[in-house]
């Protein structure tokens, strides 16, 4: 495999090589779409109509907030932490998705989508969610090679991207 590895964090096992440029692609296009959509065209924003501005509004704010929270104790695990030795990360946010930080950039872009209700943008989202999901399950293939019965065991309790209910 060929995988990204970050300076200065030996006990990380790495990522795929596109996934920072994947997301930044994805990133550009969808702020297109949706600034495009929900400020000028109003293609198809037209449930904005439908919902007072303090309901998708607050609900926007609260998924924000998530997506802040989830995002930045994920990098805080991940890249602030020093570890002796290369390990699975259970703890913390990780207890409840084994990429949070994924998910945090998920609901960063729900956030914009009920700002506005733009669904052309919702549409694109779920080709973000697909790309989280490939690059995620890479991800996983690494961590499987690395760490064995340990990753296998975590990810059989814990959700991918969104927390197991059951």
């Known amino acids: 495999m060929s995988t990204k590895k970050h300076e200065g ?8 090589r596109f996934g920072d440029a994947g997301q930044l692609i994805l990133f550009l296009i969808f702020l297109g779409i949706w600034i495009t959509d929900s400020f000028i065209v109003h ?5 904005i109509d439908s919902f007072p501005d303090y309901i998708h509004l607050a609900l926007a704010g609260v998924v924000l907030v998530a997506g802040w929270y989830l995002a930045r104790q ?11 030795a290369p390990g699975v990360i ?3 946010v990780f207890r409840f998705v084994r990429h949070p930080i994924y998910t945090g950039a998920i609901l960063f ?6 700002s506005t209700l733009s669904l052309v943008s919702a549409a694109f989202w779920l080709v973000i ?14 961590l499987a090679e690395e760490f064995g019965d340990d990753y296998l ?3 059989k309790k814990t959700g991918m991207l969104f927390p197991k209910l059951f």
């Open 9 to 16: 964090h030996p006990h990380l096992t790495g990522e795929h």
């Open 43 to 47: 293609y198809s924003t037209f449930l």
């Open 90 to 92: 259970s703890s913390g």
């Open 129 to 142: 969610i697909g790309f989280y999901i490939y690059i995620s399950k890479y991800e996983e293939k690494i």
């Open 153 to 155: 065991k975590y990810k």
């Open 109 to 114: 872009y729900l956030a914009a989508i009920l």
């Open 74 to 84: 994920g990098m805080k695990e991940v890249f602030g932490t020093r570890r002796e």
